[in-house]
């Protein structure tokens, strides 16, 4: 009986001290009502490109949570359990109630942080099918990413400031058969992620490549703006 008491007692132990220290270094912005702003680039299968601006906003950055609010409306809560640090979203307007809303969770970043440490996460495929001129199909396929954390990375930024970043890389495929005339077509989605933490996310780029005319290769590209 004391032996399991003993044993409880230090796994809360140790769990706080995950907690505490992930608290002080979790790749996460930290200042509450701060705003970050991105500049995103997306390159469609055509290569026409598309520069737009993103906004976040933390709402929240106390006891082990941080909540942050994008400008269009998406909230993002993470929250620091002992495994590992958790990411779920959903859409603000769907429930103001930002502590009961029920959210889509996945994995942020595995604890203790270690170079060499992987994970699968669940995601979709974005890349459209396009046949002729007027029919336009999303893919919108499941594809699960593996992900995996490489080490540390200087990234310049346009003002010239350099931030040291965890450096993540993920990589998953998947296939589907769309039907006569076309036969299987492959996608590859290929995604590197930057943290720092200092300002949480510092740069984003994703890629979908097929292995069709059809759908071709999109790029997805966001980077923190320091002004």
């Not at 350099?162 to 290929?190: A, D, N, R, Y």
């Amino acid at each position: 009986m004391m032996k399991k008491k003993y044993l409880s007692i230090l796994n809360s132990f140790f769990i706080s001290l995950i907690l505490s220290s992930c608290n002080k270094d979790n790749y996460l912005p930290k200042k509450l009502n701060e705003t970050l702003h991105y500049e995103v680039i997306f390159r469609d299968k055509e290569q026409k490109v598309k520069k737009l601006r993103q906004s976040y906003y933390v709402i929240k950055a106390k006891d082990n949570k941080i909540i942050l609010l994008k400008n269009d409306g998406e909230l993002m809560s993470f929250q620091i359990e002992n495994t590992g640090i958790k990411i779920k979203t959903n859409h603000y307007t769907e429930n103001t109630n930002q502590d009961t809303v029920q959210l889509n969770k996945k994995t942020y970043l595995p604890l203790p942080i270690k170079i060499g440490s992987k994970w699968n996460e669940q995601d979709k495929t974005t890349l459209k099918l396009k046949l002729g001129y007027d029919r336009v199909y999303n893919s919108n396929l499941p594809v699960d990413i593996t992900n995996e954390i490489i080490g540390e990375e200087y990234i310049k930024l346009k003002n010239g400031t350099k931030v040291l970043c965890l450096k993540i890389q993920g990589f998953g495929e998947t296939s589907f058969i769309p039907g006569p005339p076309l036969g299987k077509i492959g996608i590859k989605v290929e995604t590197e992620l930057w943290l720092s933490k200092n300002y949480g996310l510092v740069k984003y780029i994703r890629k979908e490549k097929s292995d069709s005319v059809t759908m071709g290769e999109i790029l997805y590209e966001k980077t923190l703006i320091l002004e």
